[in-house]
């Protein structure tokens, strides 16, 4: 086969996992040897469905030991089989650099024989790259669960971020989906990375020439709507990622229907929404101080796909607003829909000058359409007069969402016309809106 031809069945078999972030390393270049790694990471450019996809993001191979129901390479599934040999993989990267096509490289891999032989391959081609053609460029390595140790160590010693992906948001989903996988052998490759970490920050402290580890740390991700797991059970468990393993990022991969099985959902099309939303939650953990128990709880399983999750929290607990603006402390502005992290800090020092009204808040960027609902300035509420809850709500919705809920409608919402704000016109809009959107500017 011609690699032109593996490159393609590879990288499209490669779409399916998202959990590539290249924020966190700032790997130096040398004189007269290709690539460098920056904080602000490596080229990314949009899929069609939305998702944010490395410019090299490849399978080794797509040939697997493993039979999960939800996955495009799963061994019973009838596709056409190739891989990569870590030369072919090396040099195609450092080609694809030089003609300035990417910055770095994110690799995965079907399992083949078993995981330390695949693990071991990954490793064979990220060396090539460190020490034959000395690239110095950002490097994502996806570790194989179950492989030996020592090769976590090996290839963390030379790349800038390794995940490994949980699959499931529970242990009997994953048990239900993927029999083959144990959750210990998931959770157990997180647990060695992230003391791994830890032990290579505190000899660093003491020993400048210990070696670099996973510079931009690890992340994972875990597929929704492929099992019956409500969205309280899944932000609980990325709270307990982020607090116990240290995750940069948890990732939230719509589930695609690519194959058919009795066990799986029947769908037309992956719940692009609802992984949206969850992207929001996860946001709200990680920045605005909010817990999983907060927004999520017995009565309320699941995100409302017609409001962010910040407006939604607030709708209902209504009784602790509204807020006035120009005492409230940083962390109550954080919790008002509308504020965002830079505009919460921009209120605290605005108001060291003097006391702000509505006008004020819209120069800071505060969206007032959401906020004014949920604050007063000087003492004057600017929002709307409500009965009902409902009402509230139906005013936090987007226009188009709005007016289907009122004729009606039941159709699904779209992604993409009616989250993406009204930023800029122009034939690259929706690209740059829904960078801003997946980037969790919701306010």
Avoid at 12 to 33: F, I, L, P, T, W
């Amino acid at each position: 086969m011609e690699l032109k031809d593996k490159i393609e069945l590879l990288a499209a078999a490669a779409k399916y996992d998202v959990s590539c972030s290249s924020s966190g390393s700032s790997r130096q270049g040398k004189e007269g040897e290709p690539g460098s790694a920056h904080l602000a990471g490596i080229c990314h450019s949009w899929s069609d469905d939305g998702r944010c996809i490395s410019l090299l993001k490849i399978l080794m191979t797509n040939q697997c030991v493993y039979d999960c129901k939800y996955c495009v390479n799963r061994a019973s599934n009838d596709t056409r089989r190739v891989m990569l040999t870590p030369d072919e993989l090396s040099y195609l990267t450092i080609s694809f650099y030089r003609r300035n096509y990417i910055e770095g490289l994110f690799l995965s891999s079907g399992v083949i024989r078993d995981p330390d032989y695949t693990m071991e391959r990954m490793i064979e081609t990220v060396k090539k790259l460190r020490f034959q053609y000395h690239f110095h460029g950002y490097i994502h390595l996806k570790a194989i669960p179950g492989c030996d140790p020592r090769l976590l160590i090996d290839a963390g010693r030379l790349v800038d971020r390794m995940s490994v992906n949980i699959e499931m948001p529970t242990g009997e989903s994953l048990k239900l989906l993927a029999p083959q996988k144990k959750k210990e052998s998931l959770i157990g490759p997180m647990r060695f990375i992230r003391d791994t970490i830890a032990e290579q920050r505190d000899s660093s402290r003491s020993i400048r020439s210990t070696p670099g580890f996973i510079p931009a740390g690890q992340t994972t991700q875990m597929i929704i709507g492929a099992s019956p797991d409500n969205d309280d059970r899944i932000l609980t468990l990325s709270e307990g990622l982020y607090r116990s393993y240290r995750m940069k990022r948890v990732y939230y991969s719509a589930y695609m229907p690519v194959v058919s099985h009795p066990m799986l959902p029947t769908v037309d099309k992956p719940p692009l929404l609802r992984e949206h939303r969850l992207y929001q939650a996860d946001w709200l953990l990680r920045f605005y101080g909010f817990s999983a128990g907060e927004l999520l709880d017995a009565d309320h399983p699941n995100l409302d796909c017609l409001v962010d999750p910040k407006s939604d929290w607030a709708v209902r607990n209504y009784d602790l607003f509204p807020v006035e603006i120009n005492t409230a402390d940083y962390e109550t502005l954080l919790r008002i829909p509308g504020i965002g992290v830079k505009s919460a800090g921009r209120i605290v020092n605005a108001r060291r000058v003097g006391a702000l009204d509505g006008a004020d808040l819209k120069k800071i960027g505060v969206v007032w359409k959401r906020a004014r609902h949920f604050v007063t300035c000087q003492g004057r509420y600017y929002g709307s007069s409500f009965r009902q809850m409902d009402q509230l709500k139906q005013e936090l919705m987007p226009y188009q969402a709005a007016k289907k809920l009122q004729t009606g409608g039941s159709e699904q919402l779209s992604f993409f016309q009616e989250i993406l704000p009204r930023t800029k016109s122009g034939p690259e809009s929706g690209l740059q809106n829904l960078f801003l959107v997946k980037a969790g500017e919701i306010g």
